[in-house]
């Protein structure tokens, strides 16, 4: 392998004018289709118009965009990352999704929508009280707008780094257009656009594994050479819930976190029930199943050549060239791409599409949320259907600009890759214990799902700060080696000395620290979300023994999922 690459130069490459041009077609393109459903749906402006698409989208935009709500950058930069980093544990991820998606498109999918509601959170108010559904509505706000900075800040970062494009240019472009675009077409700019970010994902994708894989003489040759280096495992089969990535974190733990998401997230339910029937919504999510194995799936051929290429010249904290493990997919898309001008332009596209999926989808779900669960309800009771189309409206742009202002806030942090995944767990899983509760436990009152979702907040803010103050780290990273260093520059450079480095992490458990609870702090991170929903239950149903259960017979049926029926008859009554 020869040729002016970053390993031999010492120097990274920029952008040319071509690929600006390209990066600026797809925010053009994006704020074009909001505008085109704003002039066209003028006269329709009805809050379900605008909010639901008017439950009549089509089965593909559909199924795209639930694919492109959360592949975000964060995806796209980590996810290779990972297979570098740590191996390859994480790719069982595709066999928690099969089963996320056959539970939430046959048991959430089809409740929420016989309930035809708006916000989902609209149903914790049937089902337990009005106190619940603030409580739920609340924490799904904030979670939504911390994770919007994230992902606006996170792509920002790592590509001006490495390719010497604007970080706070590529913030407000970013965050200006999305907010535009939602609040002009509503939820069928989203979905259309999303479509079109969900194409671009996948050609940048393919673009840059096709180059690494010419470069490196072949798929099989890169997995061969990180075969060679430990990077291919997938018999981790260790029951240690501190185990960052076993089989059983990834597949266990993740099938609830992506369940939590697809089951009972208002930005994922919402696209769901766009469409005019069940069965539809049902064909859209396994479309979707299709679409996210891809991606994923790519993301971790990707980090696997990426491996190969740099495995005799880890280029972190190596005379500057990367700092973090999220910078490490650009820098290795200028090196293999940075001469055939315009293309790593699409793959600058491809990530920032992931941001603008995820932006405008937490966006058209906030402008649900905040009117129908937090005004309405107390201040504006009559306030007509349109009166709440513009609302939303307001709502969106309100919350396009504070998810920029904190992305300014985000940029004093370290890792904003781990943080965010830890503070979306920490939010969302007391919110689908709550539920879990409802659908499936009749008994259960309003006062047990206040104090069940209360304690599980401050048991997951507990263990995720306890965490974060011991340093605590469930995983060490695979060494990696300099001993291909041999860059040929003329400027003036340290002296580089061949050896192997050893891994960035390397401390799993603190030294020093006595704190009793430290076995608790290392709890993988892909427990967080079934962790949570397990102490909603447990103290929710205590709760509401002591104060008094709910008798199942005086319930809307509508209110609790059959499948308990089927599964508990003998405990029924």
């Given amino acids: 392998m020869s040729g002016d690459y970053s390993i031999y130069t010492g120097k990274k490459k920029t952008f040319s004018v071509p690929d600006f041009v390209v990066f600026g077609l797809t925010l053009v393109t994006s704020a074009g289709i909001g505008l085109f459903y704003a002039i066209r749906d003028r006269n329709r402006s009805s809050s379900d118009e605008y909010l639901m698409g008017g439950r009549k989208m089509y089965i593909l935009p559909v199924a795209m965009s639930l694919t ?26 595709c066999l928690a ?38 409580i739920a509505s609340i924490t799904f706000i904030v979670q939504t707008i911390v994770y919007m900075s994230f992902v606006l800040y996170a792509p920002s970062l790592a590509l001006n780094q490495v390719t010497g494009f604007s970080l706070w240019g590529s913030v407000g472009a970013v965050g200006g257009v999305v907010t535009l675009y939602t609040t002009l077409g509503g939820m069928k700019a989203v979905l259309w656009t999303d479509t079109i970010q969900a194409l671009v994902m996948l050609a940048g994708l393919l673009a840059v594994l096709i180059q690494g894989s010419i470069v490196m003489g072949g798929f099989q040759n890169a ?56 069965s539809k919504s049902q064909i859209a999510m396994i479309l979707n199943l299709f679409g996210f194995i891809a991606i994923i799936s790519l993301c971790c051929m990707i980090g696997i050549v990426m491996f190969a290429f740099y495995s005799d010249c880890h280029p972190i904290n190596f005379e500057k060239l990367v700092t973090k493990t999220d910078q490490l997919v650009p820098l290795f898309v ?41 005004i309405k309800p107390f201040c504006c009771k009559n306030l007509p259907d349109k009166g709440m189309a513009i609302l939303s409206r307001v709502i969106v742009i309100i919350c ?18 781990q943080a965010s995944y830890t503070v979306y767990s920490i939010l969302n899983g007391p919110t689908f214990g709550l539920f879990v509760l409802g659908m499936f436990f009749p008994w259960a009152n309003a ?27 469930t995983s060490t990273s695979l060494p990696t080696s300099t001993d291909g260093c041999n860059w040929n520059v003329t400027t003036t450079m340290t002296s580089l000395t061949p050896s192997t480095v050893t891994p960035f992490t390397s401390s799993v458990e603190p030294k020093g ?9 290392k709890l993988s991170y892909l427990y967080y979300t079934p962790a949570a929903m397990a102490v909603v239950i447990i103290v929710g149903m205590i709760v509401s023994l002591i104060t008094g259960r709910r008798d199942p017979q005086t319930m ?11 599964l508990f008859f003998c405990v029924r009554y």
């Fill in 513 to 521: 620290s006595r704190d009793p609870f430290l076995p608790m702090y």
């Fill in 68 to 93: 492109a709500t959360f592949m975000s950058a964060l995806t796209l930069l980590g996810a290779p990352a990972e297979m570098y980093i740590y191996a390859t544990m994480f790719w069982w991820i």
């Fill in 400 to 417: 396009g600009c504070l998810a920029i202002a904190l992305a300014f806030v985000v940029s004093q942090l370290g890792s904003v890759l």
């Fill in 97 to 134: 999704f099969i089963i996320a998606i056959a539970i939430s498109s046959q048991i959430f999918i089809p409740f929420f929508y016989k309930l035809n509601l708006t916000s989902m959170f609209e149903y914790l108010e049937l089902r337990f009280s009005k106190p619940v559904r603030v």
């Fill in 334 to 374: 200028m090196d293999i791409l940075g001469h055939l001008h315009g293309i790593p332009g699409i793959f600058m596209s491809c990530i920032f599409s992931g941001s603008l999926s995820s932006l405008s989808s937490g966006l058209n779900a906030l402008g649900a949320v905040i009117p129908h669960d937090l």
């Fill in 223 to 278: 997995w061969n050479i990180a075969g060679s280096r430990a990077r291919i495992n997938f018999h981790d089969f260790s029951f240690d819930p501190t185990t960052r990535h076993s089989f059983w974190s990834v597949v266990i733990g993740g099938a609830f976190f992506w369940m939590s998401l697809y089951g009972c997230n208002q930005a994922q339910v919402q696209r769901a029930i766009s469409c005019p029937s069940v």
């Fill in 556 to 566: 809307d049926p509508r209110l609790v999922c059959p499948l308990f029926d089927r």
């Fill in 447 to 473: 006062r047990g799902a206040v104090v069940g979702c209360l304690t599980s907040l401050a048991f997951m803010c507990w263990i995720g700060f306890g965490a974060f103050v011991n340093a605590v780290r």
